[in-house]
């Protein structure tokens, strides 16, 4: 099948469409949804893990962040396997990784087996979503083409809706093992009838950057244990210190690499376009508060107020349904107020919904005094997720959208990674003796980052209005 390049500016209104191409985006979707489901899932089944395998909060943190963490660090090195193998092998590969690794991540006995399946799991996310993407973008076109995208946009809501409350009912019911086991017949199914959906393209001759991908990686690693460890060493000990110092050395690293690379993964001038900077910080805020708040209110829901895993799932439900709320409106926003406006109000809002919860209580009402924070909270975060993307991809040129794509996506696993991990840090007292002193700093820090990031936003994010792109924008 031929593919134009980009020598003409209309490419895509000239490739013909792929046939049977709505199965395959359900197909795909499917699989992205599973990627997204394992984000959140596994927060509601930590405290019956940490039972089960004798887990501390570090290994219960790192239960979360090495899943986003692989999935962030290597996704653009995916998606550079993509291009250099043919888009329709990453997929099968990516998902025969994740499907595998669910299984024995089912079956782990400890932590060592637990967390080396949560990795793969990630690798397997970080091949399967890119290159996942990149079919769904060559095979729709024009108007069809939003419609796809916007399919696949939506699930990022719902996928963290449908992990609380499924995480919570099988965990209830079969056990923890399922919130993974759930993947292997559905990673069957896919594998066993994407082959015949997939539009086969030759691959393109491309540079991988391994180095990269390892360095960009592993500097977040070494950043999340800094993080993880502050929280039962204090922030001044060389436990903690050193690996932050050693972050900042392999970032170091990876900028260097970056900037010495033909081909490089991640090209850093992209951030000095005000649009992708922009998106790549709303969508890390973003992350970091949504992830963060399912962690701490799944943990202080079970350890400290003794709820059961479904009992969580359902007090959750509302806030995962109001994010999906706050992104359709802010869907609508960004086009009517442009993108300043609309991320300022969408983060004052989540600010304003944490702010309660900085006097949490041990007991009374969870109803009447944490739910409607989350809500409110998750409300105005939906907003934010929808503002980052369309400001990255809607503002800069269009042959430069798969790039900034790959920023934004990058910058969300990263964002779940060190919000779970800064969180779990300032909770650690809570997390650890089961008081709500911990929780309540680590809703209060929540609170003062949203209202930051809101003044962040005034100088940083782009007055635009999205949709109004004819061409290449110029800056």
């Given at each position: 099948?031929?593919?134009?390049?980009?020598?003409?500016?209309?490419?895509?209104?000239?490739?013909?469409?792929?046939?049977?191409?709505?199965?395959?985006?359900?197909?795909?979707?499917?699989?992205?949804?599973?990627?997204?489901?394992?984000?959140?899932?596994?927060?509601?089944?930590?405290?019956?893990?940490?039972?089960?395998?004798?887990?501390?909060?570090?290994?219960?943190?790192?239960?979360?962040?090495?899943?986003?963490?692989?999935?962030?660090?290597?996704?653009?090195?995916?998606?550079?396997?993509?291009?250099?193998?043919?888009?329709?092998?990453?997929?099968?590969?990516?998902?025969?990784?994740?499907?595998?690794?669910?299984?024995?991540?089912?079956?782990?006995?400890?932590?060592?087996?637990?967390?080396?399946?949560?990795?793969?799991?990630?690798?397997?996310?970080?091949?399967?979503?890119?290159?996942?993407?990149?079919?769904?973008?060559?095979?729709f076109h024009g108007a069809e083409r939003?419609?796809?995208?916007?399919?696949?946009?939506?699930?990022?809501?719902?996928?963290?809706?449908?992990?609380?409350?499924?995480?919570?009912?099988?965990?209830?019911?079969?056990?923890?093992?399922?919130?993974?086991?759930?993947?292997?017949?559905?990673?069957?199914?896919?594998?066993?009838?994407?082959?015949?959906?997939?539009?086969?393209?030759?691959?393109?001759?491309?540079?991988?950057?391994?180095?990269?991908?390892?360095?960009?990686?592993?500097?977040?690693?070494?950043?999340?244990?800094?993080?993880?460890?502050?929280?039962?060493?204090?922030?001044?000990?060389?436990?903690?210190?050193?690996?932050?110092?050693?972050?900042?050395?392999?970032?170091?690293?990876?900028?260097?690499?970056?900037?010495?690379?033909?081909?490089?993964?991640?090209?850093?001038?992209?951030?000095?376009?005000?649009?992708?900077?922009?998106?790549?910080?709303?969508?890390?805020?973003?992350?970091?508060?949504?992830?963060?708040?399912?962690?701490?209110?799944?943990?202080?829901?079970?350890?400290?107020?003794?709820?059961?895993?479904?009992?969580?799932?359902?007090?959750?439900?509302?806030?995962?349904?109001?994010?999906?709320?706050?992104?359709?409106?802010?869907?609508?926003?960004?086009?009517?107020?442009?993108?300043?406006?609309?991320?300022?109000?969408?983060?004052?809002?989540?600010?304003?919904?944490?702010?309660?919860l900085a006097w949490l209580p041990s007991?009374?009402?969870?109803?009447?005094?944490?739910?409607?924070?989350?809500?409110?909270?998750?409300?105005?975060?939906?907003?934010?997720?929808?503002?980052?993307?369309?400001?990255?991809?809607?503002?800069?040129?269009?042959?430069?959208?798969?790039?900034?794509?790959?920023?934004?996506?990058?910058?969300?696993?990263?964002?779940?990674?060190?919000?779970?991990?800064?969180?779990?840090?300032?909770?650690?007292?809570?997390?650890?003796?089961?008081?709500?002193?911990?929780?309540?700093?680590?809703?209060?820090?929540?609170?003062?980052?949203?209202?930051?990031?809101?003044?962040?936003?005034?100088v940083l994010v782009p007055h635009g209005?999205?949709?109004?792109?004819?061409?290449?924008?110029?800056?």
């Amino acid at each position: 099948m031929s593919h134009a390049h980009h020598t003409l500016p209309a490419e895509h209104a000239s490739a013909p469409p792929v046939p049977r191409r709505w199965s395959m985006l359900a197909l795909l979707c499917l699989a992205q949804f599973m990627l997204i489901l394992d984000v959140t899932v596994v927060n509601v089944a930590l405290p019956d893990m940490a039972a089960d395998l004798h887990l501390g909060r570090e290994a219960l943190t790192w239960v979360v962040t090495a899943y986003t963490l692989c999935f962030g660090g290597l996704m653009l090195l995916g998606g550079r396997l993509a291009d250099a193998l043919g888009a329709h092998r990453t997929v099968l590969a990516g998902l025969a990784v994740f499907t595998a690794a669910s299984l024995v991540t089912g079956l782990a006995g400890g932590a060592s087996v637990l967390l080396a399946g949560r990795v793969f799991q990630g690798i397997g996310a970080a091949l399967l979503s890119p290159s996942a993407l990149s079919i769904v973008t060559t095979s729709f076109h024009g108007a069809e083409r939003n419609k796809a995208l916007g399919v696949w946009a939506a699930l990022g809501g719902t996928g963290s809706a449908a992990g609380v409350l499924l995480g919570g009912a099988l965990t209830d019911g079969p056990g923890w093992q399922w919130v993974f086991y759930v993947n292997v017949p559905v990673g069957l199914v896919a594998l066993a009838t994407l082959p015949a959906l997939l539009p086969r393209r030759a691959p393109q001759p491309a540079r991988l950057d391994p180095t990269g991908a390892v360095l960009v990686t592993a500097g977040t690693g070494s950043l999340i244990y800094g993080l993880v460890k502050a929280g039962d060493a204090g922030w001044g000990s060389a436990t903690a210190i050193l690996p932050l110092l050693g972050a900042l050395f392999l970032y170091g690293a990876f900028a260097a690499v970056e900037r010495a690379s033909r081909a490089p993964l991640m090209d850093l001038r992209m951030f000095t376009r005000r649009p992708v900077a922009a998106g790549a910080f709303l969508m890390l805020v973003a992350t970091a508060l949504l992830i963060g708040f399912f962690f701490l209110g799944s943990v202080y829901l079970q350890h400290l107020r003794g709820y059961s895993a479904l009992k969580t799932g359902l007090v959750f439900l509302p806030v995962a349904v109001a994010t999906g709320i706050g992104a359709h409106l802010g869907s609508r926003l960004v086009g009517r107020i442009g993108s300043r406006v609309t991320a300022v109000a969408a983060l004052v809002v989540a600010s304003g919904g944490m702010v309660p919860l900085a006097w949490l209580p041990s007991d009374g009402s969870v109803y009447a005094r944490l739910l409607p924070g989350l809500v409110v909270a998750s409300f105005g975060v939906g907003a934010v997720f929808v503002t980052a993307t369309t400001t990255a991809l809607a503002l800069v040129a269009p042959e430069e959208a798969g790039l900034a794509s790959g920023v934004v996506n990058t910058f969300h696993e990263v964002g779940g990674s060190i919000g779970v991990a800064v969180l779990s840090t300032v909770a650690a007292s809570g997390i650890e003796q089961g008081v709500a002193g911990g929780f309540r700093d680590a809703f209060a820090l929540s609170a003062a980052v949203a209202a930051l990031s809101a003044l962040v936003c005034l100088v940083l994010v782009p007055h635009g209005k999205p949709q109004a792109t004819g061409g290449p924008h110029v800056h």
